[in-house]
């Protein structure tokens, strides 16, 4: 219901597009004022051009029942990422993160002493990269809590790394490893479920420490564009894996106008999280591929840097690029292709 007069727009729901497509429609035309602005909207941070340096602006909001359920996630715990996906938007720019502010919508449900908690995450997420808190704004909440950050960095102008460089016959590179973060959210919900049911059982998360440690504490790899810098290698494309590889991926593609090839043997998957997945039922590849939030970066690089990045134990190459008329490839064990998809691809014929 509303005062104002909108009978005459028409109802589009939002999940018969989805975000990305929302976006477009809600900023397509924006035309810039500002003369510096080299990137605004479609990239993991806003670029913009004050000399030598660029300053580089991001946004992330997390929503209580949508990003986080505090029955398994320690309000420390819930801080600390808050800031680090952030500042993860920063690393994909090939940046440095060097500010940023703290918006808060709470509900009366929440005690001082708790918010307490939220803020030692904070301020050590702060300490840990290096960063000020300068401002933010808090205000309340009707239902639960979110929190919004927003990252500002900096980036010598000739390091930036954009979504859209990537070349035909680039390496595609990722750092770390993929699919934990999913996992451990997947074990949590279990076990939460399991309490419902019986409150006396104590949880079972022996032995699954590090994708506990993946979905709770979540580490912006800030070290690895320090890493690339000593190497003196400059990606031509990187994004942050926030919603899973064939995303990002999939976005690398849209921006470069090239094809993406990813080998399924190549993905880098913790051992003990492939045991996890084993136990959960579930197909650790297609966690990779779809779970998200692990906050590694995924970049391409010309062939000629294969020597600095083949025995880096941080870096795998897990395919490469290829004309835009290849399309955007999974090639299975088998040799097989399929189609990349943002949900995966249709595993039904494997
Ligand atoms: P990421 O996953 O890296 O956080 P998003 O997918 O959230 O990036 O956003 C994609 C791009 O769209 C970014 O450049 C972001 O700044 C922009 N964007 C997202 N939401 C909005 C919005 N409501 N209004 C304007 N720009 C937006
Ligand atoms: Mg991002």
Not at 79 to 89: E, L, M, P, R, T
């Amino acid at each position: 219901m509303s005062l104002f007069d909108e009978k005459n727009l028409k109802n589009t729901s939002i999940s018969e597009i989805g975000e990305f497509a929302l976006i477009d429609i809600l900023t397509k035309d924006i035309e810039y004022k500002n003369k510096n602005i080299i990137k605004g909207i479609g990239d993991d941070a806003a670029v913009i051009d004050v000399g030598k340096k660029s300053i580089l602006v991001s946004t992330d909001m997390l929503i209580e029942g949508v990003h986080f359920d505090l029955s398994y996630t320690p309000l420390k715990h819930l801080g600390y990422k808050a800031v680090s996906v952030n500042i993860s938007d920063i690393c994909s720019m090939n940046g440095q993160a060097k500010y940023i502010t703290v918006g808060l919508a709470l509900s009366n449900r929440f005690s001082v002493e708790s918010l307490e908690e939220l803020y030692l995450g904070i301020r050590l997420a702060c300490e840990r990269y290096g960063v000020d808190l300068i401002g933010g704004d808090t205000t309340s909440s009707t239902t639960g809590l979110a929190i919004s950050i927003t990252a500002v960095g900096e980036v010598k102008g000739n390091s930036i790394t954009y979504r859209n460089g990537a070349k035909i016959n680039d390496l595609l590179v990722v750092s770390g490893d993929l699919g934990s973060a999913y996992l451990g959210l997947q074990l949590l919900k279990r076990e939460k479920g399991i309490f419902i049911e019986t409150p006396n059982i104590q949880p079972d998360l022996a032995g699954n420490d590090y994708v506990l440690q993946r979905q709770l504490k979540v580490e912006a790899r800030v070290d690895i564009v320090e890493k690339l810098r000593k190497l003196k290698l400059k990606p031509t494309s990187m994004i942050d894996i926030s919603d899973g590889l064939s995303s990002e991926a999939l976005h690398i593609s849209k921006e470069s106008k090239v094809g993406v090839q990813i080998y399924e043997n190549k993905i880098p998957i913790d051992t003990t999280a492939i045991n996890l997945s084993e136990e959960l039922n579930l197909n650790p590849i297609l966690c990779a591929l779809n779970g998200g939030e692990d906050y590694e970066l995924l970049f391409t690089v010309d062939q000629k840097a294969y020597k600095k990045i083949k025995d880096d134990v941080d870096f795998t190459i897990i395919g490469h690029i290829s004309e835009e008329s290849v399309g955007n490839n999974f090639i299975a064990q088998d040799g097989s292709a399929h189609k990349l998809t943002a949900q995966g691809w249709d595993s039904t014929n494997l």
